[in-house]
């Protein structure tokens, strides 16, 4: 009897479409993981780096080992001169007049600068020097502080927008094209149902898709999520329909898939620029700043960050619903007038 | 005027339709009876698929009045959808899904009708039900095109030019299956630029011309109306021995002779008895015959008759 229903033959059509299209899977699926993974292992928390150092005399080498930071070689002035030259050290030591240390460095590089320090104080300490205040180290490698913990919110937002801006303007410009809109207009199929099955189909590979976005990234990079899970089920939902709209809009009158794509292109280049996907948005002058504000993205990014680093509430958040729903309102409302049957 | 007993399925009256520049349709008339398939035939630019798409409702007409099956797309277009069926000239169905998903989508859009896999089996498609509208034939995608019209059991069949692009087998099934359908004594209108088509498939022609009729009837009428029935042509006679054309011209039932590139090419109206004729006269001048064809007239010379153009004439 289920199989009658024109809504859900609909909707199953945009889903097999959908899965039996590899690229589109691998570019709504596959691609965030990959994105999160290598960025991820790029920007992980390393252990303190160990800067190579090369001293002349075996008394200097033996007060630089006693920095842990640093790992020392002891080579022949000529040898030493040269590795400094290639970048295998970044710094030697050499003995001066008169009991004198000459360290040789690249002050441009901070690294060398670094390791002028350490051998310093290495070799000052081992003739003897006493600090006047002592000093120790509290390490800050917390969950949530990483660039991981940025980043993850800011491309299951890019994610959301991009699934849905493509998968409307796509699917119904391509089916604009085949004059598929027009065989289906001649059908008693009620048109509202055809927009409908687009944003059904939408709604459950969400689920799919930031369930498979969001589990990577707390199972393997224990990513946190702060705030409450039902409301950022409820922002991925709301921000998808905006998205939804507006790819609804742009597909409105557009005949070609060039066309479709390059206004794609065109209407989300500037929200991945601007947005803050990668780095935060407050980077951009002041005066931007409202007009960065009002961007879907920026709003769903944010919504997103704040649940799920500082466990927001959504009583807080209540500026960028209000975005995300305003996007949606006009997009839609404007989408219906323009939209073209044929 | 007489009316008919039954009313029409199709009535269409001063019907216009005007692009930015060009008229498409011209005052169009036309009455399709319930139960025949009549045919809307006409070279490329004619303005027969601007008429049945405003027939199907798909397209606004400037002026001019439709009725289907005694409705009116204006208040019944709900009504109207379920009981038409439509393939139009150009639609590609989607390649990703099979040919049961496809009539299974398309039978979720009537409130009644056949099962689908019945009817992939009236379009003989069923070994292909499992595969991919990517991987069809031409004329398999047509027949799946017309599968997707008889989903719901539609009392009045609309086909826009069915079998262009297909090779004469693929054409050869595709009539059998329309034909099948003409059985159960339901309406179709189609639109061909193929007189033979036309020919073999409807009881009534209107040739369509720049967005007018300008010939309406049964494809024998029309060929009837406007030359003999059968046209003869032949090679008789050498550069030294000529034949004298008069004596045929005289003969009964035999008219319009013309040469026409080495050959002589004339419309007769029995060719029993202008054949022999023929003989005896070359007999009688004792001029060899090196070639004679016989044809009977179609829709194509009627056409020509009509305009001095040919069907497919860009």
């Known amino acids: ?342 | 005027m007489p009316q008919n007993a039954t009313k029409a399925a199709l009535r269409v009256r001063h019907l216009r339709k005007a692009y930015k520049d060009v008229v498409a349709v011209n005052d169009l008339d036309l009455e399709v009876r319930p139960g025949e398939c009549f045919g809307l035939l006409g070279p490329n630019g004619a303005g027969k698929t601007t008429t049945i798409e405003i027939c199907e409702g798909l397209t606004p007409a400037d002026s001019g009045d439709v009725e289907v099956l005694g409705l009116h797309w204006a208040t019944d277009a709900k009504a109207l959808r379920q009981r038409l069926g439509i393939q139009l000239q150009e639609t590609q169905l989607s390649d990703k899904l099979t040919v049961l998903e496809t009539a299974n989508l398309f039978r979720s859009f009537f409130h009644q009708g056949p099962d689908a896999m019945e009817v992939i089996g009236l379009v003989q498609l069923e070994e292909k039900a499992k595969s991919r509208v990517g991987n069809l034939s031409g004329g398999q995608k047509q027949r799946l095109a017309l599968a997707c019209a008889l989903v719901g059991e539609p009392d009045f069949l609309f086909l826009d030019e069915p079998t262009t692009g297909l090779d004469p087998q693929a054409r050869r099934q595709l009539w059998d299956l329309i034909e099948k359908f003409k059985l159960s004594g339901r309406t179709i209108l189609l639109t061909t630029h193929y007189m033979d088509e036309a020919e073999h498939l409807c009881e009534r022609v209107a040739i369509m011309d720049h967005g007018k009729t300008i010939a309406l009837g049964t494809p024998r009428e029309l060929i009837a109306s406007v030359c003999a029935e059968h046209l003869v042509e032949f090679s008789a006679g050498t550069q030294a021995h000529p034949l004298d054309l008069t004596a045929l011209s005289a003969i009964d039932g035999i008219r319009d002779v013309q040469r026409e590139n080495g050959s002589v090419r004339m419309q007769v109206t029995e060719l029993h008895r202008a054949v022999p004729a023929l003989l005896a006269e070359l007999g009688r001048q004792s001029v060899p015959l090196t070639e004679l064809r016989t044809h009977s007239a179609t829709l194509e010379d009627v056409f020509v008759t009509l305009t001095g153009r040919h069907l497919r004439d860009e």
Request: hydrophobic share 55%.
């Open chain 1, 1 to 342: 009897m289920n199989n009658d229903n024109a809504l859900f033959q609909l909707t199953l059509v945009r889903f097999r479409e959908f899965m039996r299209e590899p690229e589109a899977v691998f570019w709504v699926f596959g691609f965030p993981i990959i994105l999160a993974a290598g960025l991820g292992i790029a920007f992980r928390n390393q252990p303190a780096q160990v800067l190579p150092v090369a001293a002349v005399t075996p008394h200097l080498s033996a007060s630089l080992r006693a920095e842990k930071l640093l790992a020392v070689s002891e080579l022949t002035t000529a040898d030493a001169q040269r590795e400094l030259r290639n970048g295998k050290v970044v710094l030697v030591a050499e003995t001066g007049a008169d009991g004198a240390v000459v360290y040789k460095y690249d002050d441009t590089n901070p690294e060398g600068r670094s390791a002028r320090m350490l051998a310093d104080r290495a070799v000052q300490r081992a003739a003897g020097r006493q600090d006047p205040v002592a000093a120790t180290d509290t390490l800050m490698r917390e969950p949530g502080s990483r660039y991981i913990d940025f980043l993850v919110p800011g491309l299951l937002g890019m994610n959301l927008m991009g699934s849905a801006v493509w998968g409307m303007a796509f699917g119904i410009v391509d089916a604009r094209r085949k004059k598929l809109i027009k065989r289906l207009m001649a059908t008693p199929m009620p048109r509202e149902y055809y927009l409908l099955s687009f944003v059904l189909s939408r709604l459950v590979l969400l689920v799919v898709e930031v369930g498979a976005v969001l589990g990577f990234a707390v199972l393997v990079f224990g990513v946190p999520v702060h705030g409450s899970l039902f409301a950022l089920g409820f922002y991925c939902v709301l921000a998808s329909m905006s998205f939804c709209a507006l790819g609804l809009l742009i597909a409105s009158r557009v005949q070609t898939i060039e066309a479709a794509s390059g206004i794609t292109n065109a209407v989300m280049m500037p929200m991945w620029i601007c947005s803050g996907v990668f780095f935060s948005a407050s980077r951009f002058p002041a005066v931007v700043q409202p007009f960065i504000k009002a961007l879907p993205l920026t709003a769903i990014i944010d919504a997103l960050r704040s649940n799920m680093l500082q466990g927001a509430t959504t009583a807080q958040l209540l500026p960028e619903m209000g975005v995300l729903s305003a996007w949606l309102a006009v997009c839609f409302f404007i989408a219906l007038r323009l939209f073209r049957w044929r």
